[in-house]
T-cell receptor, first 113, second 115 residues
């Protein structure tokens, strides 16, 4: 039981390059999330999904796209990376409902130069 | 307006003493849940404790307890007998029925435990 895994753990991109971050969970959770964490800003929600085939925008969606083709996977794409997207990215999953905690992946540290 | 407010950017406590980390929330939803997570310097997010809006008693998990004051809309985390390993960032979060259960996080409080 691996929980939530993220690939890759570190990445350096040049401005304008693209990349995809992969999140996988093995807990059969309906809900999945992508956050970015910047110093002093806490966790900000980029996009989320409430089930296979669904996605929705969070607080800071600009410059990112997501897909949830399979229930266990949630992909975050950067089409044209910008230095402002330098951050630590966390994926999380949970069951629906007010009483369920989130399970987080280990994070991906992305630097855009 | 922020739904979750953590007013203490940084806190310091002496080892073995108790410390309270503040969290206030804003919701008109009668059904909601409040969570605390810990993020040590290694970066992972660790779930600590949960309080439901209909729970009559304050939640406790080992050395962690949640001081839930519904009328004041506060859900403070109390850590008893602090340990050096408690040094970390602490985040308060809320899930509401009306918000499609999408969690909202506070900006966090950095706790440093001194020996």
């Amino acid at each position: 039981n691996a929980g939530v895994t993220q690939t890759p753990k570190f990445r350096v991109l040049k401005t304008g390059q693209s990349m995809t971050l992969l999140c996988a969970q093995d807990m059969n959770h309906e809900y999945m999330y992508w956050y970015r964490q910047d110093p002093g800003m806490g966790l900000r929600l980029i996009h989320y999904s409430v089930g296979e085939g669904t996605t929705a925008k969070g607080e800071v969606p600009d410059g990112y796209n997501v897909s949830r083709l399979k229930k266990q996977n949630f992909l975050l794409g950067l089409e044209s990376a910008a230095p402002s997207q330098t951050s630590v990215y966390f994926c999380a999953s949970s069951s629906g409902g007010v009483g369920y905690e989130q399970y987080f992946g280990p994070g991906t540290r992305l630097t855009v130069t | 307006a922020q739904k979750i407010t953590q007013t203490q950017p940084g806190m310091f406590v002496q080892e073995k003493e108790a410390v309270t980390l503040d969290c206030t929330y804003d919701t008109s939803d009668p059904s909601y849940g409040l969570f605390w997570y810990k993020q040590p310097s290694s970066g992972e997010m660790i779930f600590l404790i949960y309080q439901g809006s209909y729970d009559q008693q304050n939640a406790t998990e080992g050395r962690y307890s949640l001081n839930f004051q519904k009328a004041r809309k506060s859900a403070n985390l109390v850590i008893s007998a602090s340990q050096l390993g408690d040094s970390a960032m602490y985040f308060c979060a809320m899930r509401e029925t009306g918000g499609s259960y999408i969690p909202t996080f506070g900006r966090g409080t950095s706790l440093i435990v001194h020996p």
